[in-house]
């Protein structure tokens, strides 16, 4: 984020409107994830899942209960203070029952991945959890040497920037050596490290068809799934953990015995063992070419990255919709994804796939999957029978240094059935400042001494009765019931079986305001200039339609602009109700007159009664 800060604000200014280039993705995406964030959601998933697996996570949640709310904020990190998990997970949810867990017979089995690693965040604590597992589970090794093992067989980082690889890789060395030397090492020598750039421009070097010969010899199988490979993943560059190499490959290694993915992917004969392979034939091949080498080398390590199964995800990944993508990505996407094109929602996807069965996903995201229409099948998904979630945290804005996303986060449990509840909390109208404190109160103090209510606990079922799935969950039964009725502003749109007491349209997009939009006293007397609702803080009673829109001829030269989108133009220049359609403190409805055209922010509600009885 340092080395991209003077190009962050363009770009994401950029983004809103077009898609990035690949180079671009990067510097528009690049947010430091606070470090109570990095507790909250670690503690839940890494921690949670290990004290299940050893059947103590109620027996150290009820033992948790006698700590104070500012014991569990300020708990001590040495180890030789909090030498189990147990001590330093302290932000483990009081109310969730014990669940199902991957097994392991060895703490080496133990995988943890973040796909849009950064500087390493995640990863750096996910290593003072995996210290205290190593320790409890092997205490016949010498403490000196589990950071080697961590750093060889625990962690996992996926990044489209190498600086922010290295960043990472150079994080975990410190952090290792640091941790070994106090053990009482004399030395520490870094091992490989399964932290990987998504930058595979191997795919754009000449001489590869000759690498690939040396490489191969007489082996022409091995010679065309080399070839085979960087077909399949030439548009590497700008999709990184987004790459679906087990989708891509894996069919051709379901052979014979092998009757599940997993064993494809990770078996005798798999797809994994087939790139492992492919790496030691690289390491071993000897050619002037060294550079190319080396590509091809980080290239397969990518690929071996990005097919193994891991326990736990976690992530801040890129966020912005398909606008910010580029091209390319947006076409792979849709093709091999699911759900939309969002960057945050395919790298859930992309997690869902990596991660075993009643592993953890953990990650901070844009709320917009809590409410926006787009996101429906998505969000119903995550409240159904796909998988469960533990809790989310609306966190809002000011998490993520500069960035204005409002944010959330969650820790989901991948193939589990949801339980009947959840907790939320409620931290989006609290100061930047003093959203860690109110998350420990709500969530381990008392609740009772905010004037607000934090802390929620709702049935995930009862978000369905609200069209849409939106995840209000602040909002009352009593509220909800009011869905029950059998009368609806507008049952068609709202996609359920029931009276319509109206229509509700969203209007023009003139795809260029600065163009046809005017201030009302700049067109005084002008023809062709008509009154226009664009929403905002007017939007009341009786509000002032400030704007004037140009629809000489009747909108011809609006119509014909590329990008413009006249929407239900047969209901423009009728009475009607505006609101605005974008406003956190809920819908306000003003009367609108009959001579204007409304807008796609500043919406029309046309009842079938009297306009100023629906007002009423």
């Given at each position: 984020?340092?080395?991209?800060?003077?190009?962050?604000?363009?770009?994401?200014?950029?983004?809103?409107?077009?898609?990035?280039?690949?180079?671009?993705?990067?510097?528009?995406?690049?947010?430091?994830?606070?470090?109570?964030?990095?507790?909250?959601?670690?503690?839940?998933?890494?921690?949670?899942?290990?004290?299940?697996?050893?059947?103590?996570?109620?027996?150290?949640?009820?033992?948790?209960?006698?700590?104070?709310?500012?014991?569990?904020?300020?708990?001590?990190?040495?180890?030789?203070?909090?030498?189990?998990?147990?001590?330093?997970?302290?932000?483990?949810?009081?109310?969730?029952?014990?669940?199902?867990?991957?097994?392991?017979?060895?703490?080496?089995?133990?995988?943890?991945?973040?796909?849009?690693?950064?500087s390493?965040?995640?990863?750096?604590?996910?290593?003072?959890?995996?210290?205290?597992?190593?320790?409890?589970?092997?205490?016949?090794?010498?403490?000196?040497?589990i950071?080697?093992?961590?750093?060889?067989?625990?962690?996992?980082?996926?990044?489209l920037?190498?600086?922010?690889?290295?960043?990472?890789?150079?994080?975990?060395?410190?952090?290792?050596r640091?941790?070994?030397?106090?053990?009482?090492?004399?030395?520490?020598?870094?091992?490989?490290?399964?932290?990987?750039?998504?930058?595979?421009?191997?795919?754009?070097?000449?001489?590869?068809?000759?690498?690939?010969?040396?490489?191969?010899?007489?082996?022409?199988?091995?010679?065309?799934?080399?070839?085979e490979?960087?077909?399949q993943?030439?548009?590497?560059?700008?999709?990184?953990?987004?790459?679906d190499?087990?989708?891509?490959?894996?069919?051709?290694?379901?052979?014979?015995?092998q009757?599940?993915?997993?064993?494809?992917?990770?078996?005798?004969?798999?797809?994994?063992?087939?790139?492992?392979?492919?790496?030691?034939?690289?390491?071993?091949?000897?050619?002037?070419?060294?550079?190319?080498?080396?590509?091809?080398?980080?290239?397969?390590?990518?690929?071996?990255?990005?097919?193994?199964?891991?326990?736990?995800?976690?992530?801040?990944?890129?966020?912005?919709?398909?606008?910010?993508?580029?091209?390319?990505?947006h076409?792979?996407?849709?093709?091999?994804?699911?759900?939309?094109?969002?960057?945050?929602?395919?790298?859930?996807?992309?997690?869902?796939?990596?991660?075993?069965?009643?592993?953890?996903?953990?990650?901070?995201?844009?709320?917009?999957?809590?409410f926006?229409?787009?996101?429906?099948?998505?969000?119903?998904?995550?409240?159904?029978?796909?998988?469960?979630?533990?809790?989310?945290?609306?966190?809002?804005?000011?998490?993520?240094?500069?960035?204005?996303?409002?944010?959330?986060?969650?820790?989901?449990?991948?193939?589990?059935?949801?339980?009947?509840?959840?907790?939320?909390?409620?931290?989006?109208?609290?100061?930047?400042?003093?959203?860690?404190?109110?998350?420990?109160?709500?969530?381990?103090?008392?609740?009772?001494?905010?004037?607000?209510?934090?802390?929620?606990?709702?049935?995930?079922?009862?978000?369905?009765?609200?069209?849409?799935?939106?995840?209000?969950?602040?909002?009352?039964?009593?509220?909800?019931?009011?869905?029950?009725?059998?009368?609806?502003?507008?049952?068609?749109?709202?996609?359920?079986?029931?009276?319509?007491?109206?229509?509700?349209?969203?209007?023009?997009a003139?795809?260029?305001?600065?163009?046809?939009?005017?201030?009302?006293?700049?067109?005084?007397?002008?023809?062709?200039?008509?009154p226009?609702?664009?929403?905002?803080?007017?939007?009341?009673?009786?509000?002032?339609?400030?704007?004037?829109?140009?629809?000489?001829?009747?909108?011809?030269d609006?119509?014909?602009?590329?990008?413009?989108?006249?929407?239900?133009?047969?209901?423009?220049?009728?009475?009607?109700?505006?609101?605005?359609?974008?406003?956190?403190?809920?819908?306000?409805?003003?009367?609108?007159?009959?001579?204007?055209?409304?807008?796609?922010?500043?919406?029309?509600?046309?009842?079938?009664?009297?306009?100023?009885?629906?007002?009423?």
């Amino acid at each position: 984020q340092y080395y991209n800060a003077s190009k962050l604000e363009e770009l994401r200014r950029t983004g809103d409107y077009e898609a990035l280039t690949p180079e671009e993705v990067t510097a528009a995406n690049q947010f430091y994830t606070p470090h109570w964030v990095v507790r909250m959601l670690t503690d839940n998933s890494l921690g949670r899942l290990y004290l299940e697996q050893q059947e103590l996570v109620d027996e150290v949640v009820e033992s948790q209960s006698v700590l104070s709310p500012e014991e569990r904020k300020e708990r001590p990190t040495a180890i030789d203070e909090s030498p189990d998990v147990s001590d330093l997970c302290t932000y483990l949810g009081p109310t969730r029952e014990s669940g199902n867990a991957p097994s392991f017979a060895n703490p080496s089995e133990l995988r943890v991945i973040d796909p849009a690693c950064g500087s390493g965040h995640f990863l750096l604590y996910a290593f003072d959890v995996l210290e205290r597992i190593w320790r409890n589970e092997r205490p016949d090794i010498d403490p000196s040497e589990i950071p080697r093992k961590i750093l060889k067989h625990n962690l996992y980082g996926v990044d489209l920037d190498m600086r922010a690889c290295q960043l990472t890789a150079f994080n975990l060395y410190l952090k290792a050596r640091e941790r070994a030397e106090k053990e009482g090492a004399s030395s520490f020598s870094m091992p490989q490290i399964g932290v990987v750039c998504a930058d595979a421009k191997i795919a754009n070097f000449d001489g590869v068809s000759q690498l690939f010969d040396q490489i191969a010899g007489s082996n022409s199988s091995l010679r065309d799934t080399l070839e085979e490979l960087l077909e399949q993943f030439e548009d590497t560059h700008g999709l990184g953990s987004l790459l679906d190499v087990r989708g891509t490959l894996s069919d051709e290694f379901v052979k014979g015995s092998q009757l599940t993915l997993q064993g494809a992917v990770e078996g005798p004969n798999s797809l994994k063992q087939l790139l492992e392979t492919l790496s030691e034939e690289v390491d071993e091949n000897q050619t002037d070419q060294q550079f190319l080498i080396e590509d091809l080398r980080s290239f397969l390590h990518l690929l071996v990255v990005l097919t193994q199964q891991y326990d736990v995800a976690l992530m801040n990944p890129p966020y912005g919709s398909g606008n910010r993508m580029p091209d390319s990505v947006h076409d792979y996407v849709d093709e091999r994804y699911e759900y939309k094109a969002e960057y945050y929602i395919n790298f859930f996807e992309a997690c869902e796939r990596l991660v075993r069965d009643y592993g953890r996903i953990g990650m901070i995201v844009p709320r917009t999957f809590m409410f926006k229409q787009t996101f429906q099948d998505f969000r119903e998904d995550f409240v159904g029978d796909r998988g469960s979630f533990d809790f989310l945290a609306e966190y809002g804005i000011g998490v993520l240094d500069k960035a204005t996303v409002r944010t959330a986060g969650t820790v989901v449990r991948v193939n589990e059935e949801q339980d009947s509840t959840a907790d939320f909390y409620r931290l989006h109208d609290v100061e930047k400042g003093e959203k860690e404190w109110k998350f420990v109160k709500a969530a381990f103090g008392d609740d009772g001494s905010d004037k607000v209510q934090r802390w929620y606990q709702q049935d995930v079922s009862q978000f369905a009765v609200v069209p849409g799935t939106p995840l209000s969950y602040w909002v009352p039964d009593s509220i909800r019931e009011i869905y029950e009725t059998t009368e609806f502003f507008d049952a068609d749109n709202a996609g359920v079986d029931a009276d319509s007491l109206g229509a509700v349209k969203q209007g023009l997009a003139t795809a260029d305001n600065a163009r046809f939009l005017r201030r009302f006293w700049e067109t005084d007397g002008l023809d062709g200039w008509v009154p226009f609702a664009k929403g905002g803080s007017d939007a009341w009673i009786l509000p002032r339609i400030t704007r004037m829109v140009w629809w000489g001829e009747e909108g011809k030269d609006v119509k014909r602009f590329d990008g413009s989108y006249p929407r239900s133009e047969q209901y423009y220049f009728s009475e009607a109700l505006t609101y605005t359609n974008i406003k956190e403190g809920g819908k306000r409805f003003g009367y609108l007159h009959e001579d204007s055209i409304f807008g796609t922010a500043g919406q029309a509600f046309l009842p079938q009664r009297a306009v100023w009885e629906a007002l009423a």
